[in-house]
Structure formats: C-alpha cells, structure tokens
C-alpha cells in the first residue's frame, strides 16, 4: 500500500528538488519510509505540498540517482529493497546510468538466478594444471608485459570462432579480455565521440553502457521474435547515421531470438547502404550451434565477430576473440591497449592452450549437457505459463502473468531470497516499451538440486498476486 509520507519543506538549503530528495532519504534511511513502500504519485505531492509537478519528477530522478527507489511505467515508485542498508554500494548517478539494475554487491544469502556464467563443472582442476605449465615453461613472459600476438591464440581464436566448414582469417583475430572487453575496443576502433550505435530495444546493455561512457550515442531498432525488423533498421540508418550496431546473431540476450537467414541478408545489405560496420557478438550463439551463416561468414568486409568462453568454459577464465574486417586488426589493438589496458599473456595463452588441447571443448560439452538438463527442468516446472528457452542456453525469458509488472516480480523473487534480472537490465536506452518479462538463468551451482529449488521459488511466485507478497507495502 501507499505510504502517506509528507517533506518539511522548511528543512535544509538549497532548491526545492534537493530538499525533497534529502527528506525521502532520511525517511528512507529512518525507516519512516520501509523497503518497499510506494511513495506518493507525483501530482498528489505536488498539489499536498504547494509546488509543481516537475519540481517532484526532479526530486524523484534524483532519489532513482541515489539509488534509493524504482519506478515503473503504470507501478509507481517504491522504495529499494536495499535503500535502508548503510553498505548497499554506491548510489551516485554514475554507477546507476552504467551498472543497470543489479546490485554491484549481490545480497548475501541469496540463490543466484541473475547469472548465465559456465556452469560449474570441475574446470578449475583443469585450468589449474595448464596455469601451472604455463609458469614453469614461462616464466619471463608471466614478470613481464605483453608486446606482441602469438600465433597460437590467433589459432585458438580461428578455432573457437569457426562456424560449420567456415572459419575467419587467423591473422585478423586479436585475442581479448572477454567479448565485452572486445567489443569495447570495436567500438572505440569505428566510431568517435557522438557517433550513434545501433541496439535493439531488449539486448546485453552492459554493451551500451560502455558505449554511452564511452561518448556514444544509442540509436534503438525495433525486433520481433526473430530479432531486428530490417525495414526498422533502414529506416534508423537512414534518420540517425549510425556508425555500428551490435547484434546477437543467434541466442539473442535476453529474447532467445534467431536470425533467419534472410534477415541477415538484408541487413547486410542496409548495413553496406549506409556503411555501418556490424559487431556480431555470438557468445550465446556458438552454444546454439545452429547452421545458419553468421553475419561475418556473409560479410566479413564489414563485421566483427566475437566469441569467448565465460558462458560455455569458464567465467573466470574470461578470454575472448574477435575476428576483424581485413586492414582493422591493428586498430583494434590499439584501442583494445587504450581502452583496456592490453592483454595479460597468462590470460592469452591459458584461453589458447585450452582451445588447442581440446580442453575447452570437453568442458563445453560436459557444460551444455547439464544445461540441457536444466533447461528440462524448466520446460516441465513452468508448463502453462509463456516463456521462451533453449535447451543449449543456460537461461529463459518469462512472460509474467496478469497483473504482475516485471519489477514488482522481480522484488517478490528477491524477498524470496532468489536474484532474477527484471527487464530494464536489459534496455540499452530510455524506452517507452513495456514487455512484462524477466530474464532467469539457471546456471549458477555445482549441484543441480540448487537450480531447481531456486526455479520453484519463482514458479511458485507466478501463481500469487503481487498484494499476496511483501514486494508492495
């Protein structure tokens, strides 16, 4: 329920905005205002207190800024459910603009469903024995700093990069610091301050946050459940002038989406029209192991193609390739060293000898079985509710039911002590759309009994009204 709660107008310096804000966060911080509690609609505080209404929207921005409370188109604002902890990380307009929704520090105590990381099969025994060889046949190069590409991890990267009978040109792959970090060098590499790049309405936004960081502008495509319109991109580079745009080919992030195949034709051909460079992340992609030509396959003049092994080997391990257009490998070096601050060789050459010993595929195999399994688990727990999964991808995207909003869902899971991302994680941009879904990942624990008691918390949830829940106030 609503909490009836009033500021003092008299207290404090400064405009009235700030002054407002600083009284919710006392009120916050008393627990005058408890987790959870929806403060007033906006044109009610504005009329109760004598001021406008966009002197309220101010206030509240900045109380969203803090980190203090969340709003929802049609929901409302509610306080955070960890606003009143004192060590709840930082709340300044920064860290909310480029961390999105989840918690920077995760609440201890919690079952981890906002994670797609390898599953944990035994790899550290292996990883642990090749960084052992490594030190020992190494040892100069592990004390000292990393100056050039050894051909080896340009082999492992043609190789976990190749598609079918089809694989990139290994002097053009530049190993990296995971794809994320690779793409963040692309990015640096074609476009410049200002400069627009292209993400759907739904997609790993962690992608735009660098970008935005970065100096670089979103420009947003719209998407049906087979991933970019191809008139709706056209019709983006033919109003915005984007420079690049950022695809998940195949197991898009969030959707589950699929190019078809002639889809990516056309936007291949929009993308030469407009001389937009493609950056085809295919993380989730190469796990799908579908048989539809990537986008490098078809143009590789003109798209970037990153893979690594945190979602199918190991997280931790974090190594990355990206195969580059011919004549933009060394750009791409050099704004991955200033973006990055280069490459640690123990890194490059753990990934490459993973790869080349075969390591890599046995765990990704020994990986993709026991998601498969879990994904079995979630087919049968959430039968007659609408959700979209893979039985290779380690998470799925549910549609909430009536009349659950996904951050009202996404707090009743949380004080059910289950982690799940709401969909704003995943909105690279300020967008009017409302899809009613969350994102939950099943890949977190060794044992697979910890997946599946955490997924019946949240089928449980499905089946209760938010006012059943502690989640409202």
Wanted: charged content about 20%; aromatic content about 6%; glycine content about 10%.
């Amino acid at each position: 329920m609503m909490t009836h709660w009033l500021p003092t107008l008299t207290n404090g310096h400064g405009p009235l905005y700030i002054r407002i804000a600083d009284e919710a966060e006392n009120a916050i911080k008393s627990g005058q205002l408890p987790q959870g509690a929806k403060l007033p609609p906006q044109r009610d505080l504005a009329y109760d207190i004598g001021v406008t209404i966009g002197t309220i929207s101010r206030a509240y921005a900045l109380l969203r800024e803090r980190g203090l409370v969340t709003g929802e188109v049609g929901r409302g604002t509610y306080v955070q459910a960890d606003a009143t902890v004192s060590n709840a990380g930082p709340r300044d307009a920064a860290a909310l603009t480029y961390g999105g929704t989840r918690s920077l520090i995760p609440p201890p105590g919690k079952l981890r469903f906002d994670t797609t990381a390898a599953v944990d099969i035994g790899q550290a025994e292996i990883v642990g024995r090749i960084m052992m060889d490594i030190a020992t046949a190494h040892p100069g190069e592990i004390s000292s700093y990393t100056r050039t590409v050894s051909p080896d991890w340009q082999e492992a990267g043609r190789q976990w990069l190749s598609h079918g009978g089809w694989s990139p040109d290994a002097e053009q792959i530049l190993p990296q610091l995971g794809v994320h970090a690779g793409i963040n060098a692309v990015i640096a590499a074609v476009t410049g301050t200002g400069d627009r790049v292209v993400c759907e309405h739904l997609t790993y936004s962690q992608v735009s946050r660098s970008a935005t960081l970065m100096g670089r502008q979103i420009a947003l495509v719209d998407s049906d459940a087979d991933g970019i319109l191809p008139e709706d991109f056209e019709r983006v580079c033919a109003r915005e002038h984007p420079k690049a745009a950022f695809i998940m080919s195949s197991g898009q992030n969030p959707t589950l989406a699929c190019l078809p195949l002639s889809r990516r034709k056309d936007l291949i051909e929009i993308a030469r029209t407009y001389n937009v460079w493609l950056i085809e992340d295919y993380l989730y992609g190469g796990m799908v192991g579908d048989d539809i030509p990537l986008l490098a396959e078809l143009a590789p003049d003109r798209t970037f193609l990153l893979n690594g092994l945190s979602k199918s080997v190991a997280a931790g391990v974090r190594g990355g390739w990206v195969a580059c257009p011919p004549h933009m490998s060394n750009r791409v070096r050099v704004t991955q060293k200033m973006v990055s601050g280069g490459l640690p060789f123990l890194l490059a050459e753990l990934s490459a000898r993973l790869v080349l010993s075969g390591a890599a595929s046995e765990i990704r195999g020994k990986v993709l079985a026991e998601i498969t399994a879990r994904e079995a688990i979630v087919r049968a727990l959430f039968a007659g509710h609408e959700f979209r999964s893979h039985p290779r991808l380690p998470f799925f995207w549910l549609k909430l039911p009536e009349p659950w909003l996904s951050g009202t869902f996404k707090q009743a899971a949380l004080d059910a002590d289950v982690l799940i991302d709401d969909e704003d994680e995943f909105k690279p941009a300020r967008s009017p759309r409302v899809y009613h879904h969350v994102r939950v990942g099943f890949s977190e624990g060794r044992e697979r009994q910890h997946s599946s008691d955490g997924l019946a918390v949240v089928r449980r949830l499905l089946d209760q009204s938010p006012l059943g829940t502690s989640a409202i106030m």
